[in-house]
């Protein structure tokens, strides 16, 4: 089993920058590949970024590239989402998955184990 926890989230204006750290336990964190996804109230949950086990290879979404970066440190068992010039369409719950697999990926059904979410809100 996997425990995750999402902390970070909160209420920024448009332009600013929010950081998402999620902590993992339960398992030895260097094996689990993370992604990033978000839900929107009445929305599907959707993909937002994923990186491999060692962080070499990231991969995001077309509606955050250039904003968003993803990153981990294996060490402290932390993944990270920090969020540049935030829109209000960025408001959503954003959520921290793991998958057992040395390959990073952006479905949410590739993905057995989820945290809470972090709630993160951009006013106009």
């Known amino acids: 089993q996997v425990q995750l926890v999402e902390t970070g989230g909160g209420l920024v204006q448009a332009g600013g920058s929010l950081r998402l750290p999620c902590a993992a336990s339960g398992r030895t964190f260097s094996m689990l590949s993370m992604g990033w996804f978000r839900q929107a109230p009445g929305k599907e949950r959707e993909f937002v970024a994923t990186?491999?086990?060692?962080?070499?290879?990231?991969s995001s979404a077309t509606s955050v590239k250039g904003r968003f970066t993803i990153s981990r440190d294996n060490a402290r068992n932390t993944l990270y989402l920090q969020m540049n010039s935030l829109k209000p369409e960025d408001t959503a719950l954003y959520y921290c998955?793991?998958?057992?697999?040395?390959?990073?990926?952006?479905?949410?059904?590739?993905?057995?184990?989820w945290g809470q979410g972090t709630q993160v809100t951009v006013s106009s």
């Open positions: 990186i491999s086990r060692n962080g070499a290879l990231t």
């Open positions: 998955a793991a998958r057992p697999s040395m390959f990073h990926a952006s479905s949410p059904d590739d993905y057995n184990y």
